[in-house]
C-alpha cells in the first residue's frame, strides 16, 4: 500500500480539484471546489480570500472534510477522501503555492491584489483511499499529524465455525476460510452482507 505522503501528493498532482465540506453558523453543512494546491511532510495546502464566508467557517470551526475523485467512469476510478484539522498559515507560503500553480498568476495578477489571500494547512487528519479499477476493489485509510487511525469495515471473531455461509455473499469474493473465515479488508467494500447471514454472528463491525 501507499504511503500517507503518497496519497497526499496523489490529491495535489493527481486530482488536485476537490469537494470540500465545512459547516456554518447554524451548524448545517457547506460545499465548496477547492483546489489542493501543495503537500509536505506537515499536511496538505489550498488558499482563499479572507472575504469570502468559507474563509469565516474555516476560522470559527478548524476543522474540514473533502473527497476528490479521478477515472473516465466509475469502474475505472480513485476516489480519495480526507478530514482533518485546518489552521491558517496566512501569506508565509504563498509564493511556494503560486510556484506550484501558476494558473493562479491570472487570477490574481498583482502583489496588491493578493493582499486578499492566506493559505491554510490541514494538518492533522485522517483519509480513506478507494480503488474500483482494480479487482478485486483496492481500499485503504491513512493518518497524519497526530491523528489516531479509526477502523472501519468488518472482522470475525473466534466464534466462527466456518460454515461458508459468508463466502456466497462477499461481492468481492474478499472472505478467505480454513480454521475460520477472514476478512482481506483491504478489498472489503463495507457492505455488511457477511454479518447478516452469519449464523454464528462471528462478524463483527468495527
Given at each position: 500500500m501507499k504511503s500517507c505522503k503518497k496519497y497526499l501528493e496523489y490529491i495535489v498532482n493527481e486530482i488536485h480539484t476537490t469537494v470540500v465540506a465545512t459547516v456554518d453558523e447554524n451548524g448545517l453543512p457547506v460545499t465548496c471546489v477547492i483546489d489542493m494546491m501543495y503537500c509536505d511532510e506537515n499536511g496538505l495546502y489550498?488558499?482563499?480570500?479572507?472575504?469570502?464566508?468559507?474563509?469565516?467557517?474555516?476560522r470559527d470551526k478548524e476543522y474540514l472534510s473533502l473527497s476528490c475523485f479521478k477515472g473516465e467512469d466509475t469502474m475505472h476510478s480513485i476516489a480519495v477522501s480526507v478530514r482533518g484539522k485546518v489552521r491558517e498559515i496566512g501569506s508565509e507560503m504563498l509564493s511556494v503555492l503560486f510556484e506550484?500553480?501558476?494558473?493562479?498568476?491570472?487570477?490574481?495578477?498583482?502583489?496588491?491584489?493578493?493582499?486578499?489571500?492566506?493559505?491554510?494547512?490541514i494538518y492533522e487528519g485522517n483519509g480513506e483511499w478507494f480503488d474500483l479499477s482494480?479487482?478485486?476493489?483496492?481500499?485503504?485509510?491513512?493518518?497524519?499529524?497526530?491523528?489516531?487511525?479509526?477502523?472501519n469495515g468488518y472482522y470475525i471473531d473466534e466464534s466462527c465455525i466456518a460454515c461458508g455461509a459468508c463466502l456466497d455473499v462477499c461481492p468481492q469474493n474478499c472472505i478467505d476460510i480454513s480454521d475460520k473465515a477472514v476478512i482481506r479488508a483491504n478489498n472489503c467494500l463495507h457492505c455488511g452482507n457477511c454479518m447478516k447471514v452469519c449464523p454464528a454472528n462471528a462478524v463483527k463491525k468495527r
Open positions: 489550498f488558499l482563499t480570500a479572507k472575504g469570502k464566508n468559507f474563509y469565516h467557517r474555516l506550484h500553480n501558476p494558473y493562479m498568476n491570472e487570477i490574481y495578477p498583482t502583489e496588491q491584489s493578493r493582499q486578499a489571500l492566506t493559505v491554510f494547512c482494480k479487482k478485486p476493489i483496492e481500499r485503504d485509510s491513512f493518518t497524519f499529524g497526530k491523528t489516531t487511525e479509526i477502523q
